[in-house]
């Protein structure tokens, strides 16, 4: 009980102390607000989002980007999602990459990491992902159902896959910000070698 009243008398002693207008003499004191550490921290010298700078030409709110540049995880692709411009597509994209040890054996890790998971690791469409609405993964071998391109999957041309991988397609959803340009074209030139093989 004793130390409860020395803990509530030395609070209010400094809360009396603390919040007082009175020097130590007695005299009377204005009120003072106190002392800032970093007033940085709460008037920044800094210009605001979108204020005016007087350091750009014009007094401008804010700068221009540099000529010939794009935003950042922006990949220019002319083609729009829409089945005229996949089957576009189609006909005339086709993969700048050479065919190659190195761009096969990327091209296969990536798949693993980003496809093989719906698609499965061969390319059967037996991945350990399934979707409610949406069942069948089609096989890249497959010869016999027509798709959407007017194709079987095995004759999926490269453009069409690069459209999928880009807007995605179904339950697919799409990749252009988890895949480059050139990661995309390393997974099609894998999967090449999945449509050609007979499960």
């Known amino acids: 009980m004793l130390r409860s009243l020395h803990y509530i008398f030395v609070f209010l002693l400094v809360l009396f102390v603390g919040c007082g207008d009175?020097?130590?003499?007695?005299?009377?004191l204005t009120k003072h607000p106190g002392y800032e550490y970093m007033p940085n921290m709460y008037r920044s010298p800094s210009y605001e989002t979108y204020s005016e700078n007087p350091l750009f030409k014009n007094n401008s709110t804010a700068r221009e980007p540099v000529e010939g540049t794009i935003p950042r995880g922006f990949s220019p692709f002319e083609y729009e999602n829409t089945l005229e411009d996949y089957l576009r597509a189609g006909l005339e994209l086709v993969n700048p990459l050479e065919k190659n040890v190195?761009?096969?054996?990327?091209?296969?890790?990536?798949?693993?990491?980003?496809?093989?998971?719906?698609?499965?690791?061969n390319g059967d469409g037996k991945g350990s992902i399934t979707h409610p609405?949406?069942?069948?993964?089609?096989?890249?071998?497959?010869?016999?159902?027509?798709?959407?391109?007017?194709?079987?999957?095995?004759?999926?041309?490269?453009g069409h896959?690069?459209?999928?991988?880009?807007?995605?397609?179904?339950?697919?959803?799409?990749?252009?910000?988890?895949?480059n340009a050139d990661e995309r074209w390393k997974i099609i030139m894998f999967v090449n070698n999945l449509q050609k093989e007979e499960k």
Do not use: W
């Not at 027509?146 to 999926?156: E, Q």
């Open 161 to 179: 896959m690069y459209h999928a991988i880009t807007y995605g397609f179904n339950a697919m959803g799409p990749h252009s910000t988890q895949i």
């Open 102 to 121: 190195d761009n096969l054996e990327e091209g296969e890790v990536l798949y693993g990491m980003f496809c093989a998971h719906c698609h499965g690791k």
């Open 22 to 28: 009175s020097a130590s003499d007695g005299r009377a």
């Open 133 to 158: 609405l949406y069942g069948a993964v089609p096989s890249y071998s497959d010869n016999l159902l027509i798709r959407r391109s007017g194709t079987t999957m095995r004759d999926l041309a490269d």
